[in-house]
Each structure stands twice: as C-alpha cells, then as structure tokens.
C-alpha cells in the first residue's frame, strides 16, 4: 500500500476523534442559552431522519412505492401503531404499489 492510503486514514482518524472530544474539552459549564439547548437537541432527529427518508425513497424500484409507503408508514404510527406494524403495513404498501406500477 502507499503512503497516501496512510496519511488518509490517520486524517480521518484525527477527524473523528477531535469531532468527538473537542466538545467534551472546550465546554466544561452546562449550556444556558435556550436556542443553543434546543438546537443541540434535535440535531440526532434531523441527523436520523437526513439519513434516513432518502434511503425510503430510493430502497424501492419506484420512487412512488417509498413515497406512499412512507406516508402511509407516518399516519399509521401517527395513530398509536408500534414500530412492527407500521413496518409491516409499509412493506405491504410496497408490495401492492410494486406489482400496480
């Protein structure tokens, strides 16, 4: 292997670790300000969810299959269903827009 390959992962690996404890080092007090603590906590949903919604789109052969899916996925757990069965009416979803279009 040559050097470059090298030189690339101990970048990414000093990357990665200053990432995580450069918050850790330079913030010792607890977070007072409001917009700052109610950023900080919903950056793991818009993180999650960035991640995840175009992979629902695109996981299909239809992006109308993922589409659907997805919203039918958002009102059945609106309505109280847990997590097994909203995939499971999902894949359904899926199923029968696959074999309409």
């Not at 949903?45 to 052969?61: D, G, S, W």
Request: hydrophobic share 55%; net charge positive; proline share 6%.
């Amino acid at each position: 292997m040559s050097a470059q390959i090298y030189i690339s992962i101990f970048t990414a690996a000093v990357v990665s670790y200053l990432i995580r404890v450069l918050p850790l080092t330079l913030i010792r007090k607890p977070i007072k300000n409001r917009f700052l603590k109610s950023f900080l906590y919903y950056v793991p949903y818009v993180t999650l969810a960035a991640m995840t919604f175009p992979a629902i789109v695109e996981a299909t052969n239809s992006p109308i299959a993922g589409i659907l899916a997805l919203v039918v996925g958002i009102v059945t757990s609106y309505f109280g269903a847990g997590l097994l069965p909203v995939a499971c009416v999902c894949c359904v979803v899926v199923f029968i827009t696959e074999l309409l279009f």
